[in-house]
């Protein structure tokens, strides 16, 4: 029999709910998680959600070079 200090530490079981949050989510993985769970359909959705994360990122990217770029053009002018 194993004494306490040789038995190893037990390992986490991970769960579908380890992480809710499709942001922090890999876009591989949020893929593979829609069509694993709801074939075809999630598939579809887990692309429509991917493509809508993306240009939301290029929406604030561009919104930021937006700001930056009026703020130049504010000291420009004074």
Known sequence: ???PSEQQ????ILTAQANTNPV???PN????LGGLYWGLPG???SIILLRNMMLKR????????INS??????????
Do not use: D, G, V
């Open 9 to 12: 530490p037990p390992t986490p």
């Open 43 to 45: 598939t579809i959705l």
């Open 58 to 65: 290029r929406a604030l990217r561009l919104q930021r070079q």
């Open 69 to 78: 770029l009026e703020r130049l053009w504010q000291k420009n002018l004074c």
């Open 29 to 32: 993985s949020l893929l593979i």
């Open 1 to 3: 029999m194993n004494s």
């Open 24 to 26: 922090a989510m890999p």
